[in-house]
């Protein structure tokens, strides 16, 4: 991922999200130690106090955890966390979004499961 500065998002927010998408691809594993804000702020070519500010995000949200003396960790269930974030942030509003536009259509909810579940096998899911 390249952090986009010309985007709205803050970059502290990229650099947690990118740490967040490392953690989900299995390129940063539990209790692993992480990158330090200035390694980050080498990557990406941005100020320290920038990639502190992500780091600090992360560890306010129990995704990392800090050892002092050593550096930022990985904490125990931080996948999971952030699946969780995910679900909610992202599925959340795009649920409530299809529920209200089978509401207008008049789509039952089981008319809905079986969309959804018919979506799903198309697009390679089991439709679990």
């Known amino acids: 991922m390249i952090l986009n500065p010309d985007s709205i998002k803050p970059l502290y927010l990229q ?3 990118w740490l967040e998408n490392e953690i989900l691809n ?3 594993k539990e209790d692993e130690r992480i990158y330090s804000q200035y390694q980050l702020a080498e990557m990406f070519n941005i100020n320290p106090a920038t990639a502190a500010k992500g ?3 992360l560890a306010e949200e129990n995704i990392v955890y ?3 003396g050593l550096g930022m960790f990985v904490a ?18 795009m649920i ?3 529920i209200g536009e089978a509401k207008r259509l008049a789509v039952s909810e089981d008319e ?7 979506a799903a096998k ?5 439709g679990k």
């Open 15 to 17: 650099i947690a999200e």
């Open 26 to 28: 299995g390129n940063l």
């Open 55 to 57: 780091l600090n995000l």
């Open 66 to 68: 800090k050892k002092r």
């Open 76 to 93: 125990l269930d931080a996948r999971k966390s952030i699946l969780s974030k995910h679900r909610n942030l992202k599925l959340g509003p």
């Open 96 to 98: 409530q979004e299809l």
């Open 112 to 118: 809905l499961i079986l969309l959804i579940q018919r």
């Open 122 to 126: 198309e697009s390679g899911g089991d």
